[in-house]
Structure formats: structure tokens, C-alpha cells
């Protein structure tokens, strides 16, 4: 049960999550093709939020939309609200390259940039001017390595390349390289799908420990990983939001059939 610090049980008041980000009737056409059918989402601060559902069913496109990265390809068009504590991010005023470090992303196939372990950490960080000294960048990959579960294992060869690193620690380096610009919201595109089980219980695990820290939506074809790490989460078919809960009830007690029959292996 939910407890105060004084170890007493927490109110429905107190245990009500508060909304870091929302969309509200969100449309999404690629050209003529409608990709997103009207979506209604809380992604809850502090939480983990799953997307889950078939190929094609528009969660990478949704996830997109949560940090413009849809801006990125030709012939999209958007119709809806999507706010970020209240406030628009699709706002004419809105600084698209800020946007992004207060909502970063990692994608499923890890990314380093061709540079040193050290360099993948700091270059983003000096380039929006966070870190200017040396000391200060010095402090900023420790603590950003320290964060993502990777310092103990890559701090004596910093020099390096990323791209030298296996593919879980890659990816870890990946989630270091998005939490240095101090974002508030981490978007993870599949992101243990091109690891083995070891790294992906380690991804897994971070992920975890995260959320203390960060509001994050990750998108996954794997039930159990939803099922492990998100409080809650969101079931998309067809480009619309079939069902949305806390994971616990939406995988034991879903209410719509199509729900059902996806979380039991029906189709998908
Ligand atoms: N860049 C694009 N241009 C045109 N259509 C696209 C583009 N990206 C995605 N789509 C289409 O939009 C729909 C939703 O795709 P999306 O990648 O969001 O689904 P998904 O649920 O993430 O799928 P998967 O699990 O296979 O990654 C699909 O019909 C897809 O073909």
C-alpha cells in the first residue's frame, strides 16, 4: 500500500498522479493516410508509461508526437493539443532544439555518436552551453554515467569510442548521452529490443530506478517488459487508443474485448 513518510496510508487524493504530459484529440495524417485516430493520453509524472500493440498500430508515431520529432518527416500533418505541464509544445513560440532536452528520446538501435565515450556525453551539454568548463563537463558525464548504471564499467577508458562498447552498454550510454541536458521526460522507442536478456534486464533495471527521477514513455512489443517496468499503460489499435489503465488491471482485468484478446496472444 501507498505510505506516507510517516507510514501512513496515502489518500486517493495523495496517491492521485499528476499529469506531466497530455494529448487531447490528436489526429495524425502521413499525406493522405491517417496514422492517429483521435487520442486521449495522461503520461503521469514520475511514472513509466508503456505503449503496446500491434505492428503498425501508430505507437512509434504517437511517441513522436511527444517531442516533435514528427516535424522531422515531409507530409505530416497534426491536428490536437499535446502539452507538456499545461503548456502547448506546438506553440509557434516554442524552441523545437530546447523542446527536445526537456524531452529526450532513445531509440531502439543504440546510437552513440562516432566519438569518444566522454565526447557522446558532453557534446550536447556544451553545445546548449549547461556545461562550459572543463570541470564542469568533468562532473556532468560522471554524473550522467553514474546515473545510467554505466561509470563503473567505462570510467577508466572514457577516451574510447562509443561505438566500442557492447550493444547494452551502447544503449546505456545512449540514455547517459539523453539525461546530461537534464531532460524532464524520456521517451524510449523499444529501446532493450536489439539486446540480449542480460542487457535488457539491465536496461530494464535502469529504467526502473529512473522513473524516481523522470516521467517516461516507452514503446514495446513485449508484454512481460510492460508488464515489469510501467505503472501504467496504453494499448493502441489501429491507430486509436483502445484502452488505458494502470498495468496491473489493464493485463488481469482488461475492459474491452480487443485488449483482451491482444494481451492473451489472440493477435498481434
Ligand atoms: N514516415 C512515415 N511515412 C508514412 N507512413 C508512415 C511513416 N511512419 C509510419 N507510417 C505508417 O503509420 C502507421 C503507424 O506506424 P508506426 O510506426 O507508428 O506503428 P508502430 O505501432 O510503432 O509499429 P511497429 O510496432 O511495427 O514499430 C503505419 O501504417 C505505418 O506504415
Not at 493522405?32 to 511514472?47: F, G, K, P, V
Not at 572514457?158 to 539523453?178: F, H, K, N, V
Not at 526502473?208 to 505503472?231: M, P, S, W
Not at 499503460?233 to 489503465?245: D, I, R, S
Request: charged share 20%.
Amino acid at each position: 500500500m501507498a505510505q506516507n513518510a510517516d507510514g501512513s496510508p496515502m489518500t486517493a487524493e495523495q496517491k492521485q498522479p499528476t499529469v506531466k504530459m497530455s494529448a487531447r484529440d490528436l489526429n495524425l495524417w502521413y499525406g493522405d493516410t491517417q496514422a492517429l485516430y483521435d487520442i486521449n493520453l495522461d503520461c503521469y509524472s514520475r511514472e513509466v508509461t508503456a505503449l503496446i500493440g500491434p505492428s503498425g498500430c501508430g505507437k512509434s508515431t504517437f511517441l513522436r508526437c511527444l517531442n516533435r520529432m514528427n516535424d522531422l518527416i515531409p507530409q505530416v500533418r497534426l491536428q490536437g493539443d499535446v502539452t507538456l505541464d499545461g503548456e502547448d509544445i506546438y506553440d509557434h513560440s516554442v524552441d523545437v532544439v530546447q523542446l527536445r532536452t526537456f524531452i529526450g528520446m532513445v531509440f531502439q538501435k543504440p546510437n552513440p555518436f562516432p566519438k569518444s565515450i566522454y565526447e557522446n556525453i558532453a557534446y550536447a551539454p556544451r553545445l546548449h552551453g549547461t556545461g562550459t568548463s572543463r570541470s564542469e563537463l568533468d562532473d556532468l558525464v560522471e554524473s550522467s554515467l553514474k546515473r545510467a548504471g554505466l561509470w563503473n564499467e567505462v570510467a577508466d577508458r572514457l577516451d574510447t569510442p562509443g561505438t566500442e562498447l557492447s550493444g547494452g552498454q551502447q544503449q546505456r550510454l545512449c540514455i547517459a548521452r539523453a539525461i546530461a541536458v537534464n531532460p524532464e521526460v524520456i521517451l524510449m522507442d523499444e529501446p532493450a529490443s536489439a539486446l540480449d536478456p542480460l542487457a535488457t534486464a539491465t536496461v530494464e533495471a535502469l529504467i526502473h530506478e529512473l522513473k524516481d527521477n523522470y516521467t517516461i514513455v516507452i514503446v514495446t512489443h513485449n508484454l512481460q517488459q510492460a508488464a515489469r517496468v510501467a505503472g501504467y499503460t496504453a494499448f493502441f489499435h489501429m491507430g486509436k487508443v483502445v484502452e488505458f489503465n494502470d498495468t496491473d488491471t489493464l493485463f488481469t482485468n482488461p475492459k474491452e474485448q480487443r485488449t483482451e484478446d491482444y494481451i492473451t496472444g489472440r493477435f498481434g
